[in-house]
């Protein structure tokens, strides 16, 4: 937690379903699950159950002690069950933690945790989504210069680049609703040998109370888990980085297709006249975390044996990071989508600057039937550079050149030269995204 920095960089909902309490929360509600399912198959009297869960919902437990305490056995889960066990007391004290190990609570917490912030990720990124369908949709035929190599191409419309994001956020949040939650129980070597001939049954009746699946056997070293579950957080947080780049980008004093409208927000502490994006900076600054701490934690997957040696200990943080910075993005993402408003005329006005010029490729199509490829680029080329040079508007040119001229009408060159007629597919894909996304809302 940073009071300093939090506001910007671990915005939203997902913070606080990650925070210190979440994680004692749901240690706690493991333990419960534990009791519970030991008594759901006769090995822990219901009463002692009971009192167990009652403690862990209702007892009071120094986030700071327990955590102070856990230098001393490598996690915190150690303390958490001594101090438990204290606050039961009593022949139910006998059952806490029983059949467990300090691995089956700690991964247990991990995959609660990650169910919980999933919810208000999910919220913001379907929200961004459903932004992004609306500019599509209402921007299906606002022509926009197509930018390769953040040069101008070929047209496009702000329509299709808006499908763009809208693909990109329903493809990672598909991908974070397919992740494996699973629970995690298998006591000292995963063999669950301390509950004799119960522990599946314990284990299938632990994994219910817990809302997690039953994995086939422990995954105490077989991180694969939070290896897709890095992964898929990786992927959403690059493309919302690649979606708020772009809107950076056409948000430039230089450019000024977008803009982000928002009372209070995107001024400058020395400069009146500037109107940052804001929005948009701070899901970037949130994404571009990401990586390194998806980095670690495939490394991290490197585990010997049946339990290892600091390698599932050096998962806690950067998940929990990971966790609060894909969830930061996403909300400014939404944020940003749900202020930014459009400049159809400004995007018109820049694809205009080159006189014509990035539709140049469709003249050479057109007049290589006719006169031959090499023939009609080389008379396109020249036109074309003489044009940017400022002789004359690449139509005159054209229509003065005696090859093209000879070939094409001075309307016909016009009308090659009309962005909004050399679009392709643009409105079909646009229509594709918005069906693929309505289709995935009715499958949720």
């Not at 430039?252 to 297709?257: A, L, S």
């Not at 966790?323 to 993402?333: C, K, N, P, Q, V």
């Not at 009609?376 to 002789?391: M, P, S």
């Not at 001229?405 to 309307?411: F, W």
Request: glycine residues 10%; proline residues 3%.
């Amino acid at each position: 937690m940073s009071e300093l920095f939090d506001a910007v960089l671990a915005a939203g909902a997902v913070r606080d379903e990650v925070s210190d309490a979440a994680w004692l929360r749901a240690l706690l509600d493991v333990e419960a699950a534990l009791a519970g399912a030991g008594a759901d198959a006769g090995l822990v009297p219901r009463e002692h159950a009971d009192r167990i869960a009652e403690v862990c919902r209702e007892g009071y437990f120094d986030l700071a002690e327990i955590g102070a305490k856990a230098a001393g056995v490598g996690n915190p889960a150690a303390p958490l069950v001594r101090e438990l066990t204290a606050k039961v007391g009593g022949e139910a004290a006998r059952y806490v933690h029983f059949g467990a190990t300090s691995q089956d609570v700690m991964d247990s917490a991990a995959m609660l945790l990650a169910t919980r912030a999933m919810e208000p990720l999910l919220d913001d990124i379907e929200a961004a989504a459903e932004h992004a369908a609306r500019l599509a949709s209402e921007h299906a035929s606002t022509v926009q210069a197509g930018r390769t190599l953040l040069q101008q191409a070929l047209p496009v419309t702000f329509g299709f680049t808006a499908a763009g994001w809208l693909s990109g956020l329903d493809s990672a949040a598909e991908r974070l609703r397919a992740q494996r939650f699973a629970a995690q129980l298998g006591g000292a070597s995963g063999t669950l040998a301390s509950l004799g001939g119960h522990g599946l049954q314990v284990l299938a009746a632990f994994s219910r109370r817990l809302g997690l699946a039953e994995p086939a056997l422990p995954w105490h070293t077989e991180r694969s888990r939070i290896g897709e579950l890095a992964g898929a957080l990786g992927e959403l947080c690059g493309v919302i980085g690649g979606i708020s780049r772009t809107i950076t980008l056409l948000a430039q004093t230089e450019v000024g297709e977008v803009a982000e409208v928002a009372e209070g927000s995107g001024g400058s502490s020395t400069m009146p006249h500037k109107r940052n994006p804001v929005a948009a900076v701070a899901a970037q600054a949130a994404a571009q975390q990401a990586p390194g701490l998806v980095s670690t934690l495939l490394a991290a997957m490197t585990q010997e044996h049946q339990r290892a040696a600091g390698s599932w200990h050096a998962e806690w943080r950067p998940l929990t990071e990971l966790f609060r910075s894909a969830g930061s993005a996403a909300h400014w993402l939404r944020t940003s989508l749900e202020r930014l408003r459009v400049d159809a005329e400004r995007m018109r006005a820049n694809l205009d600057l080159t006189g014509g010029a990035v539709l140049s490729e469709r003249v050479t199509t057109e007049l290589a039937p006719r006169a031959g490829r090499l023939a009609a680029h080389d008379a396109v080329t020249a036109c074309t550079k003489r044009a940017l040079a400022g002789e004359g508007t690449l139509a005159d040119l054209l229509a003065r050149d005696p090859l093209v001229g000879k070939n094409l009408s001075r309307q016909r060159i016009g009308q090659l030269l009309d962005p909004a007629d050399y679009l392709g597919s643009a409105r079909i894909f646009v229509d594709r995204a918005l069906a693929a996304h309505d289709k995935r809302k009715g499958g949720q």
